[in-house]
């Protein structure tokens, strides 16, 4: 982990945390911006994302990017990672083109599980 990046263990430490704070803070907004009239939708979609991808994003902190992605895809994670970015993309195509938000919640719902799993 150490020969992984040049910053120091308490510099990745707090970009740890506060990227994993802005996730949290964005996935929480984005689920009481959903009963927004008319653009609630919209703005759920693209908190909510924003909020797992800086989630995910805040572990390139402590271990660095290229060991992160060789992680992500092993083949225990790689049904997990890809259901995850799909159901990323897919959550903002149903806010923003197909403007259906209960396939918006579902694949939320899906990010959720895919990232816990």
């Given amino acids: 982990v150490i020969e992984a990046t ?10 740890f945390i506060a990227c994993f704070a802005i996730g949290c803070l964005f996935s929480v907004l984005g689920t009481c911006l959903l009963w927004i ?22 572990t390139i902190f402590l271990m660095g990017p290229m060991k992160q992605l060789k992680r992500m895809f092993e083949p225990t994670r790689l049904i997990a990672t890809s259901v995850m970015l799909l159901c990323l993309i897919l959550t903002l195509c149903s806010a923003f083109w197909w403007h259906k938000q209960g396939l918006a919640v579902l694949f939320c719902i899906f990010q959720f599980f895919a990232l816990a799993w």
């Fill in 6 to 15: 040049s910053l120091s263990w308490g510099t990745r430490l707090k970009g």
């Fill in 37 to 58: 009239p008319r653009k609630g939708l919209t703005l759920f979609a693209v908190f909510y994302t924003l909020g797992n991808i800086a989630s995910i994003g805040s």
